[in-house]
């Protein structure tokens, strides 16, 4: 499997020589090829499942119409996002209620809508909650992060504290995942827009790239490119990714990691270093929809590999980390849980041996899966897509 390595200088003559090679060139096509497994990088699940503790399953949501993301409040409340602007409070099926958001221009298509929710730090203090959505239209839409209060029953106005610029003219491609890390600062990750993907290799561009923001949507002045970049630049953490939809912060070891959809293979398991290329679409071990080679290159000077690489693709979808102070599950220490959508299955990737080990977790637990969560009691929540999903808890019995 690959290792990441700290990036050397980017080659700005061959960037702009694959940009225009690649521009006008933009492809829409919907056909699905079954990929052949490529021989770099690959991590085949282990036949033993995760975790060895015994545990029950509790339904603590059902009915969800296409929900996305969620997040449990101190109070134990599980707060449910549906793409088309409701969010779900439920602690259990019997106990659940249904809040339509008022978003301003709420774009609902492709996979636009409302998309992840996650509690400020300072939660217990402020009843702030944040989210993403898209906004717009099928002309000019964008990514979105706003913020609101929750006080237990009712949630405030949204108010818009950034957006990803330049709009986009395709409903897909969002990513939208959000991250607070431990100075408060808040990670937003940004996807290609599919038909663009040649701007992920543009810092000014906010389109594939992982963003860093304060709380009120200004920049950190510790961003990598705030002082030598344009002003779209200055929000730019990391660069030159197609569609992250997982972030976590590995509390342990203090690192940071994402993970993004492929095209037909090549997803990826990435660990985050400020100011550092990625690759997409210069670099990528997946190929096109129509089969189509993306780029001759798996490999550039000063681009990233992944560390984890899946071909064919699992669709990973959201990730949790379960760390070293969570005792329900203490097989699931150290390990990244990553729920897939082409897989149907949720899987444990162990990050604190650096092997990056890839096996089956709460193998019971299938079809497709959008997000998975871990209470601060180490519970282990799984969120499944769709119409009519639900909102599985799983509990230790021990």
């Known amino acids: 499997?690959?290792?990441?390595?700290?990036?050397?200088?980017?080659?700005?003559?061959?960037?702009?020589?694959?940009?225009?090679?690649?521009?006008?060139?933009?492809c829409r096509s919907v056909v699905f090829l079954w990929m052949l497994t490529l021989n770099i990088g690959i991590v085949?699940?282990?036949?033993?499942?995760?975790?060895?503790?015994?545990?029950?399953?509790?339904?603590?949501?059902?009915?969800?119409?296409?929900?996305?993301?969620?997040?449990?409040?101190?109070?134990?409340?599980?707060?449910?996002?549906?793409?088309?602007g409701h969010v779900v409070i439920a602690t259990s099926p019997s106990d659940q209620r249904r809040v339509k958001l008022t978003l301003n221009n709420l774009y609902v298509a492709g996979q636009g809508g409302l998309l992840d929710i996650v509690l400020s730090p300072s939660f217990t203090q402020t009843q702030e909650v944040f989210i993403s959505f898209a906004q717009g239209d099928s002309s000019a839409n964008r990514l979105v992060v706003a913020k609101m209060k929750y006080d237990g029953n009712t949630f405030t106005q949204p108010k818009e504290v950034f957006a990803v610029s330049p709009d986009k003219s395709t409903p897909v491609h969002y990513a939208g995942r959000l991250l607070f890390l431990p100075d408060a600062s808040l990670l937003v990750a940004s996807g290609d827009g599919f038909d663009y993907r040649e701007k992920a290799q543009v810092r000014e561009n906010q389109l594939g790239k992982i963003l860093r923001i304060n709380q009120d949507g200004s920049v950190p002045t510790d961003n990598p490119f705030t002082e030598r970049e344009g002003q779209g630049a200055h929000a730019?953490?990391?660069?030159?990714?197609?569609?992250?939809?997982?972030?976590?912060?590995?509390?342990?070891?203090?690192?940071?990691?994402?993970?993004?959809?492929?095209?037909?293979?090549?997803?990826?398991?990435?660990?985050?270093?400020?100011?550092?290329?990625?690759?997409?679409?210069?670099?990528?071990?997946?190929?096109?929809?129509?089969?189509?080679?993306?780029?001759?290159?798996t490999a550039y000077g000063g681009m990233q590999n992944p560390l984890v690489n899946w071909t064919p693709s699992i669709a990973p979808s959201g990730m949790a980390y379960y760390a070293n102070v969570h005792s329900?599950?203490?097989?699931?220490?150290?390990?990244?849980?990553?729920?897939?959508?082409?897989?149907?299955?949720?899987?444990?990737?162990?990050?604190?041996?650096?092997?990056?080990?890839?096996?089956k977790a709460f193998s019971d637990i299938s079809g497709r899966l959008r997000d998975v969560?871990?209470?601060?009691?180490g519970e282990v929540a799984v969120l499944k897509d769709g119409a009519q999903a639900s909102l599985i808890l799983l509990t230790s019995e021990n």
């Open 1 to 26: 499997m690959l290792k990441i390595a700290l990036a050397s200088q980017s080659k700005p003559s061959f960037i702009g020589n694959f940009i225009k090679a690649v521009a006008g060139r933009q």
């Open 44 to 84: 085949l699940p282990a036949t033993a499942s995760l975790p060895v503790e015994p545990y029950v399953k509790t339904t603590l949501a059902e009915g969800l119409n296409s929900p996305w993301s969620a997040v449990v409040t101190p109070q134990g409340e599980w707060l449910v996002t549906e793409r088309d």
């Open 236 to 297: 730019v953490y990391t660069y030159g990714h197609r569609n992250p939809q997982g972030l976590i912060l590995d509390t342990d070891a203090n690192r940071i990691y994402s993970h993004e959809h492929g095209p037909a293979g090549g997803d990826e398991l990435n660990q985050l270093h400020p100011g550092v290329n990625y690759g997409w679409p210069v670099v990528t071990l997946g190929k096109d929809y129509s089969g189509a080679r993306i780029s001759p290159f």
């Open 328 to 359: 329900q599950f203490p097989s699931l220490q150290g390990h990244a849980l990553v729920t897939t959508l082409v897989d149907k299955a949720l899987y444990a990737i162990h990050l604190a041996n650096g092997q990056f080990s890839q096996r």
């Open 373 to 377: 969560i871990v209470s601060p009691r």
